[in-house]
Structure formats: C-alpha cells, structure tokens
C-alpha cells in the first residue's frame, strides 16, 4: 500500500518545512486560520519555483459558505489561470447550491478551465457540508476530480471515521478519499487503518517567535486576540511522524 500526506501550508517558510518531513504534496493557500483561501501569484509563482513535489493551488476567494456569486466564478476561474501560469500542477475548489448540493454548473465550469490547463482537482471539504454525500460521490466522479479533501462530515477526521470509509466503498477506486481536519502523528494509523483511505491531509502546524527586535504590541495588525509576533508555520518532526506512520503500515 502507498500511501500520500498532503500538507496544507500559508507561507513560503513552511514549504520548506513540509518537504524535509517528507510531504507528497503541497496545498497551498492563504489564511489557513480562515479554512484556506487562494493564495496569491506571488506565493503561487514562488511556490512553483521552489517545490520539488506537486503543489495544488486552493481555489477559494473568500471565507464563509461555498455559495458563490457569478462574479465570485469569474474570479476562481482566474485564480484557475493565474495557478496554471505559475506551473502549478493542481486546483483545489467546490460550490454548493444554496440546498446543499454541489452546484454542478458553476464546478463543472471551474473542472473544464481546470482541465483545459492539464490541472489536476481536488473537490475540497465543501462535501462535508453536503445534503446528501452519497451524491456528491457521484457528481464528483462526474467532474473529473481526482479525490476529495473530507472530514467524514464530521468536525475532524477520526470523529468521521465511519462516513470516510462508507466514502472510500462508494469511490471504489475512481478517484481517492484523503482525509482531512484534525489529523495527527497520535491518530494518522487509526483512520487509515479503519477507514481505507491511502492520502492524508494536515497542516502540522506550530509557531515560532519573529525575528523582530522593537515588540510594538500595541498596533494590532488584525483580530485583537492574535499575537502578531507568533508566527505559524509547519512543523518538519510532524509531518515527518505522520509519514514514518504511514510508511511502516505500507
């Protein structure tokens, strides 16, 4: 069995971080506090220099719900474009009608600009807010995605572990089950073991302290509960248990 660790990341630092534990793919993204938004060209166009390993591009233009104005899709559709010219190899997305359905016309306009750049596509954790996922199975096998990021519908992955492994029979090998939110060194063997899946997905996040010298604690740069001299990053010895994990189950 191979198995695949993807690791989501929000700066350039982590990048680095993620590949030395050994990271099979990248996801990358903005503001991961806010469940990741598209990152920029910048980051994108650094991040296709940089990376020795896949990096796909999280297609997400705001937080909040996956109920998307028209113009919300023309801009994903340009993000699909800007991860395409920064020699990105893979988009990350999903909407939902305001039902609880994945809306097929806005992703299946996404999955053709996608597919029209040879980008592969992840259908993000927008099923884990799905009406009916047995569905959502279906729909995404019809996009042409080549797995879905999910929790099991539930707050983290071993909470869902009975729904991600009802996921991976109802995949049945057309595309993958990576499971997602919440994963861990403590329980990466458990939800692979009991669900089936064979990619796993984490930030492996910690903190270091910045580099700055004057500590200007009074200007607070955004949320008054956030420590704007903390800075998050990936942690290389996670990433690199989950993987050791995963590798001896192999």
Not at 208 to 229: C, H, I, P, W, Y
């Amino acid at each position: 069995m191979t198995y695949q660790v993807e690791v989501c990341i929000d700066n350039l630092e982590s990048l680095h971080f993620a590949i030395a534990g050994g990271a099979s793919r990248i996801e990358l993204c903005s503001s991961l506090a806010l469940g990741g938004l598209t990152p920029s060209l910048g980051f994108m166009q650094q991040a296709g220099k940089i990376s020795t390993i896949p990096v796909y591009a999280m297609i997400r233009p705001r937080q909040g719900d996956f109920l998307y104005s028209e113009e919300e899709i023309e801009t994903m559709l340009l993000d699909i474009d800007a991860a395409a010219h920064a020699g990105l190899q893979g988009v990350v997305f999903g909407t939902l009608t305001a039902k609880g359905d994945i809306d097929m016309q806005q992703a299946s306009r996404l999955a053709k600009r996608a597919q029209q750049h040879n980008l592969a596509m992840t259908f993000h954790r927008a099923v884990d807010q799905c009406r009916d996922f047995t569905q959502a199975i279906e729909q995404v096998a019809e996009l042409g995605c080549e797995r879905i990021l999910t929790s099991g519908l539930a707050t983290n992955a071993e909470q869902g572990i009975t729904v991600l492994k009802q996921m991976v029979e109802l995949a049945n090998g057309r595309f993958a089950i990576m499971a997602g939110a919440g994963v861990t060194p403590a329980n990466a063997e458990k939800i692979a073991t009991m669900t089936g899946v064979t990619q796993l997905h984490l930030s492996g996040k910690t903190t270091r302290a910045s580099g700055m010298e004057l500590v200007a604690e009074q200007a607070k740069m955004g949320n008054q509960d956030l420590d704007d001299f903390i800075v998050p990053i990936t942690s290389t010895q996670t990433i690199a248990q989950v993987v050791k994990t995963l590798s001896a189950l192999g």
